[in-house]
């Protein structure tokens, strides 16, 4: 990495090829960077491989030579897939000795990000599901198993709302340097890969299955980021979900069956691949339109589809989901502001008139308050208090 003529401006790759902008962040694999292609006039995303994360402290030249060998492989295997649904690898090269990738820019947000905070509507979840699957049965086409699919692995475009799915052949990769257990992310992991097997691509579609459970409950299918991985791994290998209509009532019986159908223990008992994942939500999506189900692609749904109650709410409450989410973006979600702005979201909810909404919403956040402050923290009461309003206010209207 070099130094530019004008101070704070920093180089990579081929004849400085890449100039560095800004540090989008790291995990498992590495560090992201946005950066500019000087030679094309692009925007793109680099990311650099963590060779100390994963090679170890003691790892011999010959082993770092495999790893890096093998990095390459991987990268020249994951471009070739070409999907409008998956953030494109352009290339690999080497800096100070460590290999990085050179990746399609997705200006956007993951979709964890969306889920939890928020209800979704159903047009959106038939609609970024459909995408994702699209977006791996190209990839499956070319072999190409991702392995770790999760909300964090599926990028949001803030232009048009399509998803981009990134890191795949990152999982892979890692599995080959990993002695002990199989890469991935234990919230969203199939059973086989939980065993540590290699899996193929109907282990993708059970993470796929865990992240549609998620987008409709707001909630993954067992446990949550705090639960410890041997019991969540134990959990994806030998217990049964909750049936999606009984977390939130309303979830149409066509989507509740693909998604436990997703997460079958046995692959064999998944759908055959992921096409035909893509055919079933266009299905859903031909009845819905056929019985006249509410779609409206921009407005909130507390009962994870089921339309809001008062159609003149759906730009408040539009309005306030942004928000929050922007919130979010600039200070992070444990800010006093973002906790605000989730209560508005909360109250605004239920004034529409979904009481049962409001509910989930000021449960979510108290579950949240009370991890990151503490059971008895002010906050913590003040979201529960909320649910316990909304919870007697919804048992006033139906009494």
């Known amino acids: 990495m070099v130094t530019g003529p004008r101070e704070g401006r920093r180089f990579v790759g081929p ?59 991987e990268s020249l295997i994951a471009a070739k897939v070409d999907s409008p649904y998956v953030a494109r690898i352009y290339d690999c090269h080497m800096e100070d000795d460590k290999p990085f990738l050179v990746m399609e820019y997705v200006d956007g947000e993951p979709l964890s990000t969306y889920v939890g905070v928020t209800p979704l509507p159903l047009a959106r979840i038939c609609r970024w599901t459909s995408q994702i699957a699209q977006g791996l049965a190209t990839a499956h086409d070319q072999s190409v198993v991702h392995r770790d699919i999760k909300p964090g692995n599926v990028l949001v475009r803030e232009a048009d709302s399509d998803v981009r799915i990134v890191d795949f052949g990152l999982s892979r990769f890692v599995d080959a340097t990993e002695t002990r257990s199989a890469a991935g992310t234990p919230l969203y992991m199939s059973p086989e890969r939980c065993r540590a097997e290699p899996g193929d691509e109907r282990s993708d579609l059970y993470s796929l299955g865990c992240v549609m ?7 993954p299918p067992f446990g949550d980021a705090h639960a410890d991985p041997v019991a969540l791994a134990q959990a994806h290998q030998n217990r049964a979900p909750a049936q999606p209509q009984a ?22 008992q ?130």
């Not at 090679?55 to 790893?67: D, F, L, N, T, V």
Request: a neutral charge; hydrophobic letters at 40%; one cysteine or more.
């Open 270 to 399: 998944r759908p055959l691949n992921a096409r035909a994942v893509v055919h079933a939500i266009k299905e859903l999506e031909q009845d819905l339109d056929a019985s006249g189900a509410e779609r409206h692609a921009d407005r909130p749904a507390a009962n994870a589809g089921a339309p809001a109650s008062n159609s003149g709410f759906a730009d408040q409450l539009t309005a306030a989901e942004l928000t929050v989410r922007r919130l979010i973006r600039k200070h992070g979600p444990e800010h006093s502001l973002v906790v605000t702005a989730r209560m508005e979201l909360a109250d605004l909810t239920g004034h529409s008139g979904d009481a049962r909404g409001a509910a989930v919403l000021y449960d979510r956040l108290g579950r949240d308050c009370s991890a990151w402050f503490g059971p008895a923290h002010s906050r913590t009461l003040d979201a529960f208090e909320g649910m316990v309003r909304w919870v007697s206010a919804r048992n006033e209207g139906n009494g």
């Open 247 to 268: 977390q939130v009532p309303g979830v149409p019986l066509a989507l509740e069956r693909l998604i436990m159908a997703l997460l079958a223990k046995d692959p064999q």
């Open 213 to 219: 459970y998620e987008m409709v409950t707001g909630w």
């Open 15 to 73: 004849g400085d090829r890449f100039e560095l902008v800004d540090h989008i962040g790291s995990g498992g694999f590495g560090d992201v960077w946005r950066a500019r292609d000087q030679v094309l006039g692009r925007e793109i995303a680099l990311k650099f491989l963590a060779l100390d994360r994963l090679a170890g402290p003691r790892a011999s030249p010959e082993r770092i030579s495999q790893i890096r060998d093998r990095f390459s492989r």
